[in-house]
Structures are given as C-alpha cells and as structure tokens.
C-alpha cells in the first residue's frame, strides 16, 4: 500500500485520462492508470460509437506539449469547411476561415487513444490496470474500490483525478456522499451512426469536408476517415414523426432516406442495415459543482462538464483542461490543496460558454446553415475580417483556431457584433440624412 499512497490516481483511460497520466508522469509523479474496459488495442471498437472526432487547435496545442501532434496528424484528415447538401441542387461549400485555409481535423477516436496510451505506457512511474470498475471511493481518505475479473480490489492515492466521461463513476461516488450537486440536461434527440464505405477504391465524398445534411428540426453530418469511407451521424428527435421512433420496417428507413437525403442511398449500400442495428445515443449536458473536493478527489473532462458534440469541442475542451491543470500545479509548486480549486476557478466559466455555445451551434447547423440570410452573414463576417485582420474574427475561428478562453470568446464576439451593428445603425442614419437632403434641395 505505501506505493500507492504515493501514486495519483486517474481513473478513465479514455482521451482525457491517457493525456492527463503523460502530462503527470512528465511532472515527475507516480500514476496508476485505471480503466474499467480490457485494454482498447487489442480489441475492436463498439459498433456505431463514434470513431471519429474533429481535433482543433486546442487539442493540437495540448498534443504539441508531450510532443505527439506531429504523430497524429499524419493519419488526420483536415476538413476546411462545411459542405451543404440540400434535398435538391448541387452541395455548396462554406469555408471555415477567411483565408480558406485553416482546417478542423478529423481523426479516428480510437487510433488517438490508442496512441496516448501508448506514449503513457512508455513513461516511467505509469502503472495502468485494465477492467477495474470503480465500485466504491472514500473521498476522506482517497481509498478506492474496484470490481475486476478476479474479484474485488482496494488500492490507496495520494489524489483522484476523475476522467471517466459524463457517466463518470467517480462523480457518481461524489454524489453518493453528497459532496456534489449535479444537473444533466438531456436534448429530446439522440444521434446513430452510419456509414458511407469508400466507392471503387476512393472517397464517396470530398474529404476536405464536414459533410452536413441540415433538414430543419433534424440533421445528419459526415466525417471522412483515413480509409477513405466517412462516418455518419444521424441527430434526430427521439420522439414523433421523423424521428427514431417513426422508423421501423426496412422499406420505411429506404423510403425517408430517398425523401430526405436523396443523395445517400446510391453511396451507403449498408444503409438500412447500419440503421437497424446501430444504436441510439443519448445527447446532454452535465454540469456540476464543486469539481474538487479538499484537494484529494477532482474531476477533469466530460465527467465535469459533458457538453452535447455540435461545435466539435469535446475533447479539445478536456485536453485543454489537462494543460490548465498543469498550468495551476506550476503555479501552485505542486500543491494539489492549493491547484485544484485554481483549476476549477479558471475553467469553470470557460466550460460553461462552451456548452452554451455548442447547444447554440445545433441550431445553426440543422437549420441556419442552408438560409441564404445566414450565407449572406458569413459573406460579411470574411469580409470584416479581411477589412480588420486581427480585430474582427469570427467566433468559429476563435473557438476552433486559437487557444483564446471560451468565456473571453463569448465576450469579445458579443462585443463584436455590438459594434458591427452600432456602425451599420450609423451608415442607415448617414444614408437617410444624405437621402432627406436631396429631397431639400430637390425640393
């Protein structure tokens, strides 16, 4: 037991936890990895859950400071806008940024969790212990318990560090001893995969893409992979018509693909099948508070703040708590009394803005994105942009390419369009006076 009084303890080998257990070991400590599934290389992913992600500047910035950016990106696939496809007429492409040259990347969730657990598996001081379920957890004494293959196990820490996702155990444990308040908003829609496999040998679509079918109340996206087929996922509501529950025989899915999304059935032989069979996930945010209790217990990633997938930030936004928290350990000279609550004060807000942001963002991708008002709009935020470089970006580019706060996103976006419609008011004013004018002097 000695030893492991002296380990931290992060339970969840998922993206979050594998990076986290780097950046630790990095530090100098001693982390006992635990994880409740056996270990993901040498198994094969769940079918339809999620295999791809879209990996952005936060996330690269935090992959830069272990030094594996360079690694993973080679099998990313960066995708510079969104393509539009309507029920009828050609898809349209709407660029992420100004220059057209910035790009979100879609990589395989499982290859990038393979590979940070692999490079913390390589550092010294990492132990990591597959199928250990955390059962029971004393926060007083930072005491855990853990169902495994050959029966109950305890082991001590010093610290315990959650990243267990929006189910999180640790947080369930939290709970259970009435150490945290918790809210989890569930959105009426849930999200099914599907998949559109490579055509003679090459993409089906173009790759350089975020595909989006946007219908109104309900959309589908498409996200290439390096095999050259694209995952899809279906956002639909739960309830009503046209929804998940709506569709049941074979020919009812074949007859409202070929209504609603015309152009997917002659490229996703597999259509009817994969919709059958894939499950139905559940799409909410989990907030919750406090994030640490007296230093020892914390929760860091989606087991803190899950938020719903629609601006791709999940998981930059948990490798950006990473970097945070070791940030505060620099400042605190590795008081974890002292970083935790440091910690929760700087990224609560930021948290908090993002999951505002992403809800905001459904809206706009299942409905926005194809009026010509909000094409319109974009056309003039490039444009501002190219008039005040550096003084105006969009939001999308400061979310998804720079590592500026999100709450400080939020503030400066909100001052942006002030300002923009404080001068758009002036040029109306100019507009009409010049206009009475000449109807004096004409007069």
């Not at 696939?77 to 539009?84: D, K, S, V």
């Not at 998804?400 to 300002?419: D, G, H």
């Amino acid at each position: 037991m000695t030893r492991e009084r002296d380990e931290i303890a992060v339970v969840g080998a998922g993206l979050a936890g594998c990076l986290l257990a780097c950046f630790l070991a990095r530090r100098g400590h001693q982390v006992a990895l635990y994880e409740r599934r056996p270990d993901p290389r040498s198994g094969t992913p769940e079918r339809g859950r999620s295999i791809n992600l879209a990996l952005s500047e936060r996330g690269l910035d935090a992959l830069r400071r272990i030094g594996l950016a360079e690694q993973v990106m080679v099998d990313a696939l960066p995708m510079r806008g969104r393509m539009i496809h309507p029920v009828a007429g050609a898809p349209g492409f709407q660029s992420y940024s100004v220059s057209g040259d910035r790009a979100i990347n879609s990589i395989s969730r499982g290859a990038l969790n393979n590979a940070l657990l692999e490079a913390a598996a390589k550092l010294p001081g990492v132990r990591i212990a597959f199928e250990h379920r955390l059962v029971g957890l004393d926060p007083a004494t930072a005491t855990m318990t853990f169902e495994t293959p050959r029966g109950a196990v305890t082991a001590g820490a010093r610290v315990v560090l959650g990243t267990d996702g929006a189910g999180s155990a640790v947080r369930g444990q939290l709970l259970a001893h009435d150490l945290v308040t918790e809210s989890v908003d569930f959105l009426d829609y849930g999200y099914k995969e599907l998949t559109i496999p490579p055509l003679g040998g090459d993409f089906a679509l173009d790759p350089g893409a975020l595909h989006i079918w946007p219908r109104g109340t309900s959309m589908m996206i498409a996200l290439p992979n390096p095999d050259r087929s694209f995952t899809c996922t279906l956002f639909w509501p739960t309830h009503g018509t046209a929804s998940f529950a709506s569709l049941g025989s074979a020919a009812a899915i074949e007859r409202h693909f070929a209504q609603h999304y015309p152009d997917l059935p002659p490229i996703a032989p597999n259509l009817v099948d994969d919709y059958q069979h894939n499950p139905v996930g559940v799409l909410g945010t989990v907030r919750c508070d406090p994030w640490q209790v007296d230093g020892r217990v914390a929760l860091l990633g989606d087991a803190a703040h899950a938020i719903v997938p629609f601006y791709g930030q999940g998981a930059n936004c948990a490798f950006e708590d990473v970097v945070e928290l070791d940030r505060c350990l620099d400042e605190c000279a590795g008081d974890w009394s002292a970083a935790l609550p440091l910690f929760q004060h700087r990224r609560q807000d930021n948290a908090e803005a993002i999951a505002r942001m992403a809800l905001a963002n459904f809206v706009e991708m299942r409905d926005k994105v194809a009026s010509p008002v909000f094409r319109a709009r974009k056309r003039v935020e490039h444009a501002l942009e190219r008039a005040l470089p550096g003084r105006y970006v969009s939001q999308y580019e400061l979310v998804s390419f720079s590592t500026v706060p999100y709450a400080q996103v939020r503030r400066r976006v909100r001052r942006q369009y002030q300002v923009v419609g404080l001068a758009a008011a002036g040029l109306a004013a100019v507009a009409g006076a010049a206009v009475a004018l000449g109807f004096r002097r004409r007069g």
